[in-house]
């Protein structure tokens, strides 16, 4: 189990546990989550049938109760509160495979933020808060993290492709996030909070200026601005080059025969970024087709990109 608690000499009732919890106490949120961990393991089966996803649904939920424990308005409906959660992370899984963000927070919000949990999480003034938290893990758990909370490659088999590990290695990563996030949410509530969307926006921005770069015949300024000149470049094929001259001659050659890419998404955070991007094959070869799409993983030293691992994804 992820969370672990103290005994009390006297039991307190969940309203007590609730109101401790939001004024910074961890312990206090733990015990909370032990109380009803068997009764949302219950649920989290019933939806999934599957031992282990349910578990996992399970986890999610302490991460995304202990972030989100001071928007909960009614602090005796807190049962109900960590119930919703863990539905809400098998229905996603279920339906979707969208991303389970930390800021899902299940019955206790209003319908409309329920149905977008996306956009519950940019809109929150904790987000910052949670993306410190997620800085502080080690590397490669803010990895695995990053993929599975704020991503649409979360499922374990997409995210051991894109960082070349086995699917049991995620496995343990994820456990092991979760445990050090329950250690650092609390600490790091606060601590100064860098803003997370204008680091988004000018990642974002730097991605479009390369996929676009060969074809516009445009100067690459942004990669010899942040970008080592000694960067280790992993292909799928698990070649590594030193260098992003290679990168580029892809990119000329994927230009010529009429392939683009398309950025669908950007996730960053301190020292990490993550592209996902479809390919778009020329509509006049169908015999010169591409894989659907491609996650770049960006990771950072000396304040420049020093490793990149690109991977096929369906």
Known sequence: MLLRTHGHTAPKDDAELVRAAQQGDAESFAELYARHYRGMRAVALQLLTDWPDAEDACQDAAITGLARIGELRDPSAARGWLYSIVRNNCRMLLRTR??????????????????????????SAQRDWVWHAIGQLTPATQLVAMLRYFTDRNSYEEIAVACGTPVGTVRSRLSEARRQLVAVLPRARDDRHPDAAALTLRRREEAAEILAAPQENKPLSAVHERWADDLIFHWPDGERTVGFDRLFDVFHQDYERGVTYRLTDVVAGPGVTIWTAEFLSPPDN?????????????????????????????
Do not use: N, T
Not at 286 to 313: I, M, N, Q, T
């Open 286 to 314: 169908p015999e010169d087709r591409c894989p659907p799409s491609a996650v770049w993983l960006l990771r950072e030293k000396h304040g420049k990109v020093a490793e990149c691992r690109f991977s096929y994804a369906s």
């Open 98 to 123: 969208r991303p389970v963000p930390v800021g899902v927070a299940g019955d206790d919000l209003a319908a409309g933020q329920v149905d977008d949990p996306v956009a519950v999480i940019e809109r």
